[in-house]
């Protein structure tokens, strides 16, 4: 087991498509046992892939219940080679991420969604999520194409906040480790509205996630 080092942006790596898991082929044992302890170990970090780990595979874990804020229907999961079958509804939220530690941003996303995956047994399973872990899991999935929430914002300038924990100087306990706020690296789910418009203040930041390590 291993906390494996998460790439961040502009990594090329981050930018890769994964290859579908082979069963018959590959054991995923260790690759899964180094990714949960990863993940565990970003506080309130609710999500990652494993291409942000440098791993090239379709897998990916989602805890949506690391956030105390929100319903999880599921908990943990590992899913490996997902497919999203259907997307319905819209939520603009806010979200961050491991790969992208010092930044969040508002993103539009389905608000429920179906999905089949196969879990660490190779068994498949069938998934209708919504709101946030709906949300999580489609962050995840977007890793395995290569996709980063930068992607998917409609404005680079008025859709991206920079983490207010993360103050030039080092040594400032900013965020604190408040840590359950809100959030998840991976994908907080904070209603963009949050956001109180004055233009600078990114007052929700701190909400979304204190993890420096976003998530997924
Ligand atoms: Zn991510």
């Not at 906390?3 to 054991?27: G, W």
């Amino acid at each position: 087991m291993a906390i494996l080092p998460v790439l961040e942006y502009p990594d090329p790596q981050l930018k890769e498509i994964s290859e579908p898991v082979d069963f018959e082929k590959e054991d995923l044992t260790e690759i899964i046992k180094d990714l949960l302890e990863t993940l565990y170990d970003a506080p309130g970090c609710v999500g990652l892939a494993a291409p942000q780990c440098g791993i090239r595979k379709r897998v990916i874990i989602v805890d949506a219940s690391r956030n105390p804020k929100v319903e999880s229907r599921y908990g943990l999961m590992v899913l490996i080679n997902p497919v999203i079958e259907l997307q319905d509804g819209e939520i603009l939220a806010r979200e961050g991420c491991l790969s992208l530690p010092d930044l969040t941003a508002n993103v539009r996303r389905a608000q429920t969604i179906r999905a089949t995956a196969w879990d660490e047994h190779g068994v498949q399973r069938f998934i209708e999520a919504s709101d946030f872990e709906a949300r999580v899991i489609l962050h995840e999935m977007d890793h395995l194409d290569g996709i980063l929430f930068l992607d998917r914002v409609s404005s680079l300038k008025t859709d991206v906040f920079r983490r207010k924990r993360y103050a030039p100087k080092g040594g400032d306990k900013g965020g604190d480790k408040g840590g359950d706020k809100g959030g998840t690296s991976e994908s907080t789910g904070k209603p963009e509205g949050s956001n109180t418009g004055k233009k600078d203040a990114l007052p929700s930041v701190a909400a979304v996630g204190e993890k420096t390590d976003g998530a997924s």
